[in-house]
């Protein structure tokens, strides 16, 4: 495979991931409230097990593709004088560890879709609401790498590391901050905050999927252009 079209094929892992993971996060319903009944959530899990195991299976592709477009970002920094400041181990540090947390985070709905499919089911309640809390609090440190990749994208780009328009490195640094409030959002969800809270939520989840599609096709344009592809 020839430097062109590793290229290539590294920028698209982003676009792909960010296909991957709106169909993962949008093909279920939303997750009943946390402070609601077990049997809401059980309820809801058997009405959707198959759209949550096809979201899970869709989560963990996307995560991996994350995994290999943070390296492919890592490896287009700019190299910095010798002794200067660089972000480009935290940028490489911060995709990973979302791309891990991010697969942990499908492990919940995971099993409580694949629990609901056994028999005789989840009879304890306590499991259920386990389970559902969990998924709930693992956005929180999902949301916590998220932030930290996306600081590193949006300094690495204002640092003149990255080679990123500017607009999209003050748009990682506002879907980092949206990431942020979110992680205290959801850590004191037990009360449940309302709706309106969703939206911030919703910004964080959305902003940082934004920002790795637009960073992707930026990269893939430019490797699309950098001349032919070469054989080895």
């Given amino acids: 495979m020839g430097d062109r079209r590793l290229a290539m094929f590294g920028a698209a892992t982003g676009a792909a991931f960010a296909v991957l993971e709106l169909l993962a996060g949008f093909i279920y319903p939303q ?40 390296g492919y970002l890592h490896s287009q920094i700019r190299p910095v004088q010798r002794g200067g400041a660089s972000v480009a181990p935290m940028m490489l540090g911060g995709g990973v560890a979302a791309a891990v947390v991010v697969s942990i985070a499908a492990v919940p709905l995971a099993l409580l879709a694949f629990m609901v499919g056994q028999t005789p089911g989840i009879p304890d309640p306590t499991v259920v609401r386990l389970l559902g809390d969990l998924n709930t609090v693992l956005f929180a440190a999902s949301a916590t790498m998220t932030g930290v990749f996306l600081v ?21 640094l506002v879907a980092a901050a949206f990431n942020g409030v979110t992680v205290w959002e959801v850590i004191t969800f037990t009360t449940y905050h309302g709706k309106w809270w969703n939206i911030v939520a919703f910004g964080a989840y959305i902003g940082f999927v934004i920002v790795v599609a637009s960073l992707s096709i930026t990269m893939l344009r430019r490797a699309s252009d950098a001349g032919p592809v070469e054989t080895r």
């Fill in 31 to 70: 997750q009943p409230r946390v402070d609601g009944p077990p049997k809401a959530t059980l309820a809801w899990a058997a009405a959707h097990k198959t759209a949550l195991q096809t979201g899970m299976i869709f989560g963990l592709l996307a995560a991996g593709l994350l995994v290999w477009f943070a």
């Fill in 152 to 172: 590193a994208i949006g300094v690495a780009t204002f640092h003149h590391e990255l080679d990123a328009p500017r607009w999209l490195g003050w748009l990682s």
